[in-house]
């Protein structure tokens, strides 16, 4: 039969432990990745640059899950989904992929849409579109009405990166495109390739996960 | 009781004129298609059943309130009453008559090509007429849409054309969503697998706001679009500047289906 003391001890104990465990969840649910600005290049212009790791390693904290990371003005690589650019500007993008082919689940997202000429570049070549089932990720503003769609490096290439930090010496696609931006706003990004390995259907972890596959544009 | 009754009878002939005739006609959705008057009228209709009702409620709560409220000491309990065909009998048959009434009334409305309401893949309540079929393609967390009567185009806004008779084939590619369209007064559930179709015929030109109403991830909050009503005209110029602007997409889409079983899922676990 324990004492009164020690029941008491007991219930405040866990009560610290049950606070202390709320508080991790509630600052984790408030914490959100940094902001990064675009780089400025010239008046009303910036150059926001991107690359997507299949996992993040130790550089993008935990999990490693497939994610994007922006280099700051600076010219770090900085692991955040939450890119800031200026309003009524153009905003010239680059985007290093790293990460292996997936496949659209619909199709009608293989084709460029709401960048400057409908059109992006991919390893220097101008295109329209890229087949559907070549797609690794997608950098999609549905609000902007901004679908690019992103191609994976081929299964068969050479010295691929499994795991960040990648590097421009291992197998990438680089694909380039222009958008106008508009008014200032908060805009969503998100990945429509179901790339969440490992994951029903693709659909689960950075799929769903501000920080990951999905983001904001801020626009300024 | 007479006293209630009264005023209960007073109350009600002053007040269900009203909000039949001034206050619900007024309410959402509104009148932009015949699903959307089609509920306004049903929603007039249940106004002016559930107005006496409530006036019953409040007569006979104010009443009591005020006229039994106790004065003096405690009063002894009466015996307890066991019958009283007097209540009984009027409020079975008025609630029985209710309930009958709107079986009846509801499913005479669903007649009308369903009431804006997903009726599944083989609906029972179909329109007369020519129907302009229009794909509604939910996914995590877009709604595009898909013409097949034009090239089976797939679009990423929804456009209709005035005075026309639309059945939407509503359908998911991953998870449940359901696409609802207030002021058209259509709700249709998007499930996998599923070509749920709704009815309705816009009666009006104008901009429309669209919503996933089922809770489907991160973006679900987020999963909103604008559609548009335009004259017959207008929407012939739009479908087919998008056949053109979206000719590199429909090279690559699968043949029209009713529904999807989209591959790869090269990453599913």
Same mark, same amino acid.
């Given at each position: 039969?324990?004492?009164?003391?020690? !029941?008491?001890?007991? $219930?405040?104990?866990?009560?610290?432990?049950?606070a202390v465990l709320i508080g991790f969840y509630v600052a984790n649910l408030l914490s959100s990745p940094p902001t990064v600005s675009a780089s400025q290049t010239a008046s009303h212009e910036v150059q926001l640059t991107l690359?997507?790791?299949? /996992?993040?390693?130790?550089?993008?904290?935990?999990?490693?899950?497939?994610?994007?990371?922006?280099?700051?003005?600076?010219?770090?690589?900085?692991?955040?989904?939450?890119?800031?650019?200026?309003?009524?500007?153009?905003?010239?993008?680059?985007?290093?992929?790293?990460?292996?082919?997936?496949?659209?689940?619909?199709? @009608?997202?293989?084709?460029?849409?709401?960048?400057? &000429?409908? !059109?992006?570049?991919?390893?220097?070549?101008?295109?329209?579109?890229?087949?559907?089932?070549?797609?690794?990720?997608?950098?999609?503003?549905?609000?902007?009405?901004?679908?690019?769609?992103?191609?994976?490096?081929?299964?068969?290439?050479?010295?691929?990166?499994?795991?960040?930090?990648?590097?421009?010496?291992?197998?990438?696609?680089?694909?380039?495109?222009?958008?106008?931006?508009?008014?200032p706003g908060r805009y969503r990004w998100q990945c429509f390739v179901p790339c969440a390995a490992g994951f029903l259907a693709g659909f689960g972890g950075p799929m769903q996960t501000i920080g990951y596959m999905d983001g904001?544009?801020?626009?300024? | 009781? !007479? !006293?209630?009754?009264?005023?209960?009878? $007073?109350?009600?002939?002053?007040?269900?004129?009203?909000?039949?005739?001034?206050?619900?006609?007024?309410?959402?959705?509104?009148?932009?298609?015949?699903?959307?008057?089609?509920?306004?009228?049903?929603?007039?209709?249940?106004?002016?059943?559930?107005?006496?009702?409530?006036?019953?409620?409040?007569?006979?709560?104010?009443?009591?309130?005020?006229? @039994?409220?106790?004065? #003096?000491?405690?009063?002894q309990e009466g015996v307890a009453t066991r019958d009283n065909p007097g209540v009984h009998i009027p409020w079975l048959v008025g609630t029985t008559v209710i309930v009958l009434f709107l079986a009846t009334f509801g499913t005479?409305?669903?007649?009308?090509?369903?009431?804006?309401? &997903?009726?599944?893949?083989?609906? /029972?309540?179909?329109?007369? &007429?020519?129907?302009?079929?229009?794909?509604?393609?939910?996914?995590?967390?877009?709604?595009?849409?898909?013409?097949?009567?034009?090239?089976?185009?797939?679009?990423?806004?929804?456009?209709?054309?005035?005075?026309?008779?639309?059945?939407?084939?509503?359908?998911?590619?991953?998870?449940?969503?359901?696409?609802?369209?207030?002021?058209?007064?259509?709700?249709?559930? /998007?499930?996998?697998?599923?070509?749920?179709?709704?009815? $309705?015929?816009?009666?009006?030109?104008?901009?429309?706001?669209?919503?996933?109403?089922?809770?489907?991830?991160?973006?679900?909050?987020?999963?909103?679009?604008?559609?548009?009503?335009?004259?017959?005209? /207008? @929407?012939?110029?739009?479908?087919?500047?998008?056949?053109?602007?979206?000719?590199?997409?429909?090279?690559?889409?699968?043949?029209?289906?009713?529904?999807?079983?989209?591959?790869?899922?090269?990453?599913? #676990?």
């Open positions: 039969m324990r004492s009164n003391g020690a !029941r008491l001890a007991t $219930v405040v104990v866990g009560v610290a432990i049950v690359k997507t790791e299949a /996992a993040v390693g130790p550089q993008g904290g935990n999990p490693p899950w497939v994610s994007y990371l922006i280099k700051d003005p600076e010219g770090n690589w900085i692991h955040s989904t939450i890119f800031k650019v200026p309003a009524h500007s153009l905003v010239h993008v680059t985007v290093y992929q790293f990460d292996g082919e997936s496949g659209l689940r619909n199709p @009608f997202l293989s084709q460029v849409q709401g960048t400057v &000429g409908d !059109r992006m570049t991919i390893d220097g070549k101008s295109l329209r579109s890229i087949p559907p089932e070549e797609a690794s990720h997608t950098f999609a503003v549905p609000q902007l009405n901004l679908i690019v769609p992103l191609p994976g490096v081929h299964e068969e290439a050479k010295n691929q990166c499994e795991e960040g930090p990648c590097n421009l010496s291992q197998a990438h696609r680089t694909i380039d495109f222009t958008i106008h931006t508009g008014e904001f544009l801020e626009v300024a | 009781m !007479r !006293r209630i009754a009264i005023a209960w009878f $007073v109350l009600s002939a002053i007040l269900t004129p009203i909000v039949v005739a001034v206050i619900a006609p007024t309410l959402p959705p509104g009148n932009a298609s015949n699903a959307s008057s089609g509920q306004v009228f049903d929603d007039t209709v249940l106004f002016g059943i559930v107005t006496p009702i409530a006036v019953a409620i409040a007569v006979y709560f104010f009443y009591a309130m005020f006229v @039994f409220r106790r004065r #003096g000491p405690e009063p005479a409305e669903l007649a009308d090509a369903g009431a804006g309401g &997903g009726q599944g893949p083989d609906p /029972a309540f179909k329109p007369s &007429g020519k129907v302009l079929p229009v794909q509604v393609i939910a996914q995590q967390w877009e709604f595009t849409y898909r013409y097949p009567t034009y090239g089976g185009v797939e679009t990423a806004h929804l456009e209709l054309p005035v005075g026309q008779q639309v059945a939407f084939h509503v359908t998911s590619l991953d998870v449940i969503h359901s696409f609802w369209a207030p002021k058209l007064g259509v709700k249709a559930d /998007a499930n996998p697998g599923v070509d749920n179709i709704a009815y $309705v015929k816009p009666e009006e030109e104008l901009s429309f706001e669209i919503h996933c109403s089922e809770l489907c991830g991160l973006w679900h909050g987020y999963m909103f679009d604008t559609g548009q009503v335009v004259s017959p005209s /207008a @929407f012939g110029e739009w479908i087919h500047e998008q056949q053109r602007v979206f000719a590199p997409a429909t090279k690559v889409l699968p043949k029209y289906a009713t529904h999807y079983f989209p591959e790869p899922e090269r990453r599913g #676990g």
